[in-house]
């Protein structure tokens, strides 16, 4: 029995959402209405702390959601990560804040008046320097470590999560694909 743990990209990315529904509660329903098809081959889990943050963008389906997804928490500490890992995620961040600090003091030193356009580019740029491709949350890393822990598939459009899948051997598949597969089971 294939095992997946859901990211909420799943159901609020305009991309990832479309094959179940228009809008995350249209997709949620739409989900559920095709998972429950596939009970007996397939079991779908995620974290309470991703249900929770579901619940913002989905605010009628998540209740129903735990008909058909499980929620579960990881062991967090029962799981091992071998030390390499955390030691290239520091220097990530590392590398990352020095950037930020980089895009931050060329903003400075050219610090207008009127400078709402400069600064929503800081943001962008900054937020880009500092979030993409990495995990950058809780419920993230905890999507990725119950996937270690049980051996699941973890479903996402997330960089950083696929990236962390990666260098960790967890499965994965691109949320934008995830219909496709879960009609062949």
Known sequence: MEQFILDTSLFVNPACRK???????????GF??????KKKKAQFYMPPLVFKELSHFAKKGVSRLSTVVKKRAPNLYGIYIPA???YSFIEDVRHR????????EEFAQDN???????????????????????????????????AYELGAIVVT?????????????????EAENFGKLLKSL
Not at 122 to 133: I, N, Q, S, T
Not at 157 to 173: L, R, S, Y
Request: aromatic residues 4%; glycine residues 6%.
């Open 19 to 29: 094959q179940f529904g228009k809008t995350p509660d249209a997709a949620v329903t």
């Open 32 to 37: 559920m209405r095709a998972a429950k098809t």
């Open 84 to 86: 390499a890992i955390l």
């Open 97 to 104: 804040v020095n950037k930020g600090l980089r895009l931050a």
């Open 112 to 146: 207008q008046p009127d400078n709402q356009p400069k600064l929503n580019k800081l943001r962008a740029k900054y937020r880009e320097a500092m979030r993409k491709g990495m995990v950058d949350s809780k419920e993230d890393l905890e999507i990725i470590l119950l």
């Open 157 to 173: 459009a997330d960089e950083g999560m696929i990236e962390m899948a990666n260098k960790i051997g967890v499965e994965w598949i």
